[in-house]
C-alpha cells in the first residue's frame, strides 16, 4: 500500500482547533531536559487528555485540507527500497501512484465508481474497510445506478457514498475544481506525474496528466517513458531526484521532457504553472544580543511548491548576515507538501531518517535527509515554535528535527494529524482522497490525536503577540538559546 502512495507528495491537515489546555503543569512542560513522552503511561495520559477535542477536529481551513501524499514520489522511492509489492499506475492524479484498477477489472460499474472501489480495496489505511465486507459495500452503493448510466451527479454521488462509508472524515471525493485547487503543490508545474515502471524502472507518466495542465496541451500521456529531464536523463534516478533537479530553479518559466511514445521520440517543453502561489516564507535578522548572537527569525505559513527555494534562500541570506542562531515559527501552519517538509529537514541535518510511513499492512518507508546540503551551520541552535494549529508537515519538520537533536519545540502542543492522504485523479477529472498510511517520528512516536508535546512553554519562550502581528509576534528576545544548546546536547534527546 505504501509503495502505492507517494508521489509529488502532498501533507495537509483537514481540520484545525486550538487543544484543550494539557493536563501537564506549565512547569512540568519548562523543567529543564525534559524530552517528549515515549512511555506508554505518558502517551494514554496525553490521550486522555486530548479526548475532549476530538470532537472539535471539523473545523477545516479552507484550501489548506488535509495531510496528501503524492504517491509517485513514494512509488519512486519504493522501487529502490524493501517492498516488494509492485507500484500501482496513477489513475489520474499529478501526486501519484494509483492502481489502473486491477482489484476493480472484474467489475461492471461506471469507471469512476470502480476506479475509487479498487483504489480504496488496494490502498486504503484501513485494511478492514470500517467493518465491511468491501465486495458487498460495492454492490450496495451501487444498487441505484445502472451500470450504462451517464449521469455523472448519480454516479459521484453514489461513489462518495462508497467513499464515506470508510467512516474516515478525511477520506472523500473531490469534484473537479476542488482537485483543481491541489494544484498549488504541484512541486513540477506542469500537471504530470512520475514514477518508476515496475518493470523497466524507467521514469514514465504515471497518471493522465490534469485536464488543461501543460502536459496535457502538450500530449502527454500515460505510459510514455520520460528519458530526460532539461537533459538530463532520467536512468537510475527518482521522481524525488527529478523535483530536486527542477526545485533547483525554481522561477525557471519552462521544463523540457524527453519523451518516448511508442517509437516515437520528442522534447516537449512545457511552461510552469504554479497556479499564483505565494511566497509562504518571511524572515528578518531580528536581534543581535549583548554576546553578539545574531538571531534570525524565519515564518513558515504553508509547504507549497514554493517552500523550499525560498527557505533556502532565506537561510542563505540570514547566514550572510553572521546569524548565529534560529527561530524556525510554525505557529499556524496546517501543512502542505510532505516531500517539501523532508527536503526542508535536510537544510538543517544532512543524511538523518525524518519519517517512517507506514502503511495498512504495516510495510514501512523510511525517509531520510538529503546529504550535504545543509543551509547552516550544523551548530547552529535552532527553536520551533509550535501552536496547536500546527499540524502534519509542520509535525513531520518539527518531529525530525527534535528527534534528531537538532531543535528544541517551544510553544503549545500541536495539532496531532499523523495520518496521510493520497490524491488520486480519477479519469473523468474528479478526485479521491484517501487516507493511505500514518507517519511516526524518527523516534517511532505516532503523534496521532496526540500532537508533539513542546520542550518549552509558551509562558517561558513566545511573545504575547500572536504570529500574524508584524514584529510583536515575532520577538525573539525571550528565547534562551543557551538552554536550546544543552537540550540539543543532552543524553536525554533520541537520536
Do not use: H
Given at each position: 500500500?505504501?509503495?502505492?502512495?507517494?508521489?509529488?507528495?502532498?501533507?495537509?491537515?483537514?481540520?484545525?482547533?486550538?487543544?484543550?489546555?494539557?493536563?501537564?503543569?506549565?512547569?512540568?512542560?519548562?523543567?529543564?531536559?525534559?524530552?517528549m513522552?515515549?512511555r506508554?503511561?505518558?502517551?494514554?495520559?496525553?490521550?486522555?487528555?486530548?479526548?475532549?477535542?476530538?470532537?472539535?477536529?471539523?473545523?477545516?481551513?479552507?484550501?489548506?485540507?488535509?495531510?496528501?501524499?503524492r504517491p509517485?514520489?513514494?512509488?519512486?522511492?519504493?522501487?529502490?527500497?524493501?517492498?516488494?509489492?509492485?507500484?500501482?499506475?496513477?489513475?489520474?492524479?499529478?501526486?501519484?501512484?494509483?492502481?489502473?484498477?486491477?482489484?476493480?477489472?472484474?467489475?461492471?460499474?461506471p469507471?469512476?465508481?470502480?476506479?475509487?472501489?479498487?483504489?480504496?480495496?488496494?490502498?486504503?489505511?484501513?485494511?478492514?474497510?470500517?467493518?465491511?465486507?468491501w465486495?458487498?459495500?460495492?454492490?450496495?452503493?451501487?444498487?441505484?445506478?445502472?451500470?450504462?448510466?451517464?449521469?455523472?451527479?448519480?454516479?459521484?454521488?453514489a461513489?462518495?457514498?462508497?467513499?464515506?462509508?470508510?467512516g474516515?472524515?478525511?477520506?472523500?471525493?473531490?469534484?473537479?475544481?476542488?482537485?483543481?485547487?491541489?494544484?498549488?503543490?504541484?512541486?513540477?508545474?506542469?500537471?504530470?506525474t512520475?514514477?518508476?515502471?515496475?518493470?523497466?524502472?524507467?521514469?514514465i507518466?504515471?497518471?493522465?496528466?490534469?485536464?488543461?495542465?501543460?502536459?496535457f496541451?502538450?500530449?502527454?500521456?500515460?505510459?510514455?517513458?520520460?528519458?530526460?529531464v532539461?537533459?538530463?536523463?532520467?536512468?537510475?534516478?527518482?521522481?524525488?531526484?527529478?523535483?530536486?533537479?527542477?526545485?533547483?530553479?525554481?522561477?525557471?518559466?519552462?521544463?523540457?521532457?524527453?519523451?518516448?511514445?511508442?517509437?516515437?521520440?520528442?522534447?516537449?517543453?512545457?511552461?510552469?504553472?504554479?497556479?499564483?502561489?505565494?511566497?509562504?516564507?518571511?524572515?528578518?535578522?531580528?536581534?543581535?544580543?549583548?554576546?553578539?548572537?545574531?538571531?534570525?527569525?524565519?515564518?513558515?505559513?504553508?509547504?507549497?511548491?514554493?517552500?523550499?527555494?525560498?527557505?533556502?534562500a532565506?537561510?542563505?541570506d540570514?547566514?550572510?548576515?553572521?546569524?548565529?542562531?534560529?527561530?524556525?515559527?510554525?505557529?499556524?501552519?496546517?501543512?502542505?507538501?510532505?516531500?517539501?517538509?523532508?527536503?526542508?529537514?535536510?537544510?538543517?541535518?544532512?543524511?538523518?531518517?525524518?519519517?517512517?510511513?507506514?502503511?495498512?499492512?504495516?510495510?514501512?518507508?523510511?525517509?531520510?535527509?538529503s546529504?550535504?546540503?545543509?543551509?547552516?551551520?550544523?551548530?547552529?541552535?535552532?527553536?520551533?515554535?509550535?501552536?496547536?494549529?500546527?499540524?502534519?508537515?509542520?509535525?513531520?519538520?518539527?518531529?525530525?528535527?527534535?528527534?534528531?537533536?537538532?531543535?528544541?519545540?517551544?510553544g503549545?502542543?500541536?495539532?496531532?494529524?499523523?495520518?496521510?492522504?493520497?490524491?488520486?485523479?480519477?479519469?473523468?477529472?474528479?478526485?479521491?482522497?484517501?487516507?493511505?498510511?500514518?507517519?511516526?517520528?524518527?523516534?517511532?512516536?505516532?503523534?496521532?490525536?496526540?500532537g508533539?508535546?513542546?520542550?518549552?512553554?509558551?509562558?517561558?519562550?513566545?511573545?504575547s503577540?500572536?504570529?500574524?502581528?508584524?514584529?510583536?509576534?515575532?520577538?525573539?528576545?525571550?528565547?534562551?538559546?543557551?538552554?536550546?544548546?544543552?537540550?540539543?546536547s543532552?543524553?536525554?534527546c533520541?537520536?
Amino acid at each position: 500500500v505504501a509503495a502505492a502512495v507517494l508521489s509529488s507528495v502532498i501533507a495537509l491537515c483537514d481540520a484545525f482547533t486550538q487543544p484543550a489546555s494539557l493536563s501537564r503543569s506549565a512547569s512540568t512542560l519548562t523543567s529543564p531536559l525534559v524530552p517528549m513522552p515515549r512511555r506508554s503511561s505518558e502517551r494514554a495520559e496525553l490521550l486522555s487528555a486530548n479526548a475532549a477535542r476530538t470532537n472539535q477536529l471539523d473545523i477545516c481551513f479552507s484550501d489548506l485540507c488535509d495531510e496528501f501524499i503524492r504517491p509517485t514520489l513514494l512509488a519512486a522511492a519504493l522501487a529502490a527500497s524493501m517492498f516488494s509489492s509492485q507500484p500501482a499506475f496513477a489513475v489520474d492524479s499529478p501526486n501519484e501512484d494509483v492502481a489502473q484498477p486491477a482489484a476493480a477489472s472484474s467489475k461492471n460499474g461506471p469507471p469512476a465508481y470502480d476506479e475509487a472501489w479498487g483504489l480504496v480495496k488496494k490502498y486504503a489505511l484501513d485494511q478492514k474497510y470500517n467493518g465491511q465486507d468491501w465486495d458487498e459495500a460495492y454492490a450496495k452503493y451501487l444498487k441505484d445506478v445502472s451500470s450504462t448510466s451517464t449521469d455523472e451527479g448519480q454516479i459521484m454521488k453514489a461513489t462518495s457514498n462508497l467513499v464515506g462509508s470508510l467512516g474516515d472524515k478525511y477520506s472523500r471525493v473531490l469534484d473537479r475544481d476542488s482537485y483543481a485547487r491541489i494544484q498549488k503543490f504541484d512541486l513540477i508545474g506542469v500537471g504530470v506525474t512520475l514514477m518508476p515502471d515496475p518493470t523497466t524502472k524507467e521514469i514514465i507518466v504515471g497518471a493522465p496528466p490534469v485536464q488543461d495542465s501543460a502536459a496535457f496541451k502538450a500530449g502527454i500521456k500515460v505510459g510514455d517513458a520520460v528519458l530526460a529531464v532539461n537533459g538530463v536523463d532520467t536512468i537510475g534516478r527518482t521522481a524525488f531526484d527529478i523535483i530536486d533537479q527542477i526545485s533547483e530553479a525554481p522561477d525557471a518559466g519552462v521544463v523540457t521532457f524527453t519523451i518516448r511514445s511508442g517509437a516515437e521520440y520528442r522534447d516537449v517543453t512545457m511552461k510552469r504553472e504554479l497556479l499564483e502561489v505565494k511566497d509562504p516564507v518571511s524572515y528578518r535578522l531580528s536581534e543581535t544580543r549583548a554576546d553578539g548572537t545574531k538571531v534570525g527569525y524565519i515564518r513558515v505559513s504553508e509547504f507549497n511548491s514554493r517552500v523550499k527555494p525560498a527557505l533556502e534562500a532565506a537561510l542563505r541570506d540570514l547566514e550572510g548576515q553572521q546569524v548565529s542562531a534560529y527561530v524556525i515559527d510554525l505557529r499556524g501552519n496546517p501543512g502542505g507538501a510532505f516531500q517539501s517538509a523532508v527536503e526542508i529537514a535536510g537544510l538543517f541535518m544532512s543524511d538523518k531518517l525524518a519519517t517512517d510511513v507506514v502503511d495498512g499492512n504495516g510495510v514501512a518507508l523510511k525517509f531520510r535527509t538529503s546529504a550535504n546540503k545543509v543551509a547552516i551551520d550544523p551548530s547552529d541552535p535552532i527553536a520551533i515554535w509550535v501552536d496547536g494549529r500546527s499540524a502534519s508537515a509542520s509535525e513531520v519538520l518539527s518531529g525530525a528535527l527534535r528527534d534528531n537533536c537538532r531543535a528544541v519545540i517551544m510553544g503549545d502542543q500541536t495539532f496531532g494529524k499523523g495520518l496521510v492522504q493520497a490524491v488520486y485523479g480519477l479519469k473523468n477529472g474528479y478526485g479521491l482522497v484517501l487516507t493511505v498510511a500514518k507517519y511516526l517520528t524518527p523516534a517511532g512516536t505516532d503523534i496521532n490525536k496526540v500532537g508533539i508535546v513542546p520542550d518549552v512553554s509558551k509562558e517561558d519562550a513566545l511573545p504575547s503577540s500572536p504570529g500574524f502581528v508584524p514584529f510583536f509576534g515575532s520577538d525573539t528576545s525571550r528565547v534562551d538559546f543557551n538552554d536550546v544548546k544543552t537540550r540539543m546536547s543532552s543524553p536525554m534527546c533520541s537520536t
